[in-house]
C-alpha cells in the first residue's frame, strides 16, 4: 500500500526471480528496461555532455543520497558510464517521469522501453531481469509474489546461495559443475530440497550445484563438531590449571 507518488528506484527483482503484481484499489505506472539498453543510456547521456551528466547525477542527489555513487568524478571533469548508470538506478521513481524524461526528451537522448499503467483488477507479469521502475499515481492498495519456474529456477539457486563460477564470470543459464565457491551453501541446500520435493524434473541443472552444496554443508559440520571439542578440552584444561594455581597459593 502507498500514497500517490510513492515509488522506488530503478532495480531488478532478487535471486533472478520474476513476479506477479496486482492492484486492488488504485493505479500504477510502470517502465520496463533491458539491462542492455539501460547501458546504453548511460552511455548517450554521457556522450551529450557534462550539464546533461551533472542535470542526471543531480536527480540522483536530491532525495539524500550521498557521493557513494561516485559523483565525486564529476568534479574531476570525469564523465563515467559507469556514475551516470549508477546515477540513473538511484533516481525516485517521482524524478524518474516526471523530471528525468522531459530532461532526456529536450536532450533528443531516447533509449528502448515498455511502459504499462496497471489499474484496480489488472494483474501484471515481471520476467527475470528486466530493470524497472514503479510510480503509484493514486493512493494504491496491491499484492506481489516473486515467481520461479523451469526458466530461471538454476540461477534462482545460484543467486540465493552466492555462488560464483570459476572464471568469476557471468552465470551460464545451464552450467552448474563450474561452481567454485559458495557464499551460503545452507541457502542453495534448502532450495535444493524444495526443487527436490516440488519439482524434481527440474533438478538436473543445479544437480553438480546441489550436491556442491550437501558436501560443504557436511564439511561445515565437522568442523564445528571438531572446534566444539577442542573448545571444551582447552576450556577443561584452563579451569584444571587455575585450580593448581590456586591450590599452591594456599
Known amino acids: 500500500a502507498g500514497p500517490a507518488g510513492a515509488g522506488g528506484t530503478l532495480h531488478t527483482d532478487p535471486d533472478a526471480t520474476g513476479y506477479w503484481n496486482a492492484v486492488i484499489h488504485g493505479r500504477k505506472r510502470w517502465m520496463f528496461i533491458h539491462p542492455d ?3 546504453a543510456l548511460a552511455s548517450s547521456v554521457v556522450e551529450q555532455g ?3 551528466v551533472k542535470a542526471v547525477v543531480q536527480l540522483s542527489t536530491e532525495d539524500g543520497y550521498d557521493d557513494g555513487l561516485g559523483v565525486s568524478q564529476l568534479r574531476d571533469g570525469s564523465l563515467s558510464v559507469g556514475v551516470v548508470h549508477n546515477a540513473l538506478h538511484r533516481i525516485p521513481a517521482m524524478h524518474w517521469f516526471s523530471s528525468l524524461l522531459p530532461l532526456l526528451a529536450d536532450a533528443n537522448v531516447s533509449f ?3 511502459e504499462a499503467f496497471v489499474e484496480a483488477g489488472d494483474v501484471l507479469y515481471g520476467p527475470p531481469g528486466l530493470v524497472h521502475v514503479v510510480l503509484t499515481l493514486e493512493d494504491s492498495v496491491g499484492c506481489s509474489e516473486q515467481l520461479v519456474d523451469q526458466i530461471n529456477l538454476a540461477d534462482w539457486i545460484r543467486d540465493a546461495a552466492g555462488a560464483v563460477p570459476k572464471d568469476g564470470g557471468e552465470h551460464q543459464p ?5 561452481i567454485a565457491r559458495l557464499q551460503w551453501p545452507v541457502d542453495a541446500y534448502l532450495s535444493c530440497k524444495a526443487v527436490q520435493r516440488h519439482w524434481p524434473e527440474l533438478l538436473e541443472p543445479v544437480k553438480d550445484l546441489c550436491n556442491e552444496a550437501e558436501s560443504r554443508l557436511a564439511e561445515q559440520r565437522e568442523r564445528r563438531r571438531k572446534h566444539t571439542v577442542t573448545d571444551e578440552w582447552e576450556e577443561t584444561g584452563a579451569a584444571e590449571a587455575l585450580q593448581r594455581a590456586a591450590r599452591r597459593c594456599e
Not at 545451464?174 to 563450474?178: Q, Y
Request: glycine residues 0%; negative net charge; without cysteine.
Open 37 to 39: 539498453d539501460l547501458r
Open 50 to 52: 557534462s550539464s546533461l
Open 112 to 114: 528502448p522501453h515498455q
Open 174 to 178: 545451464t552450467a552448474s559443475s563450474d
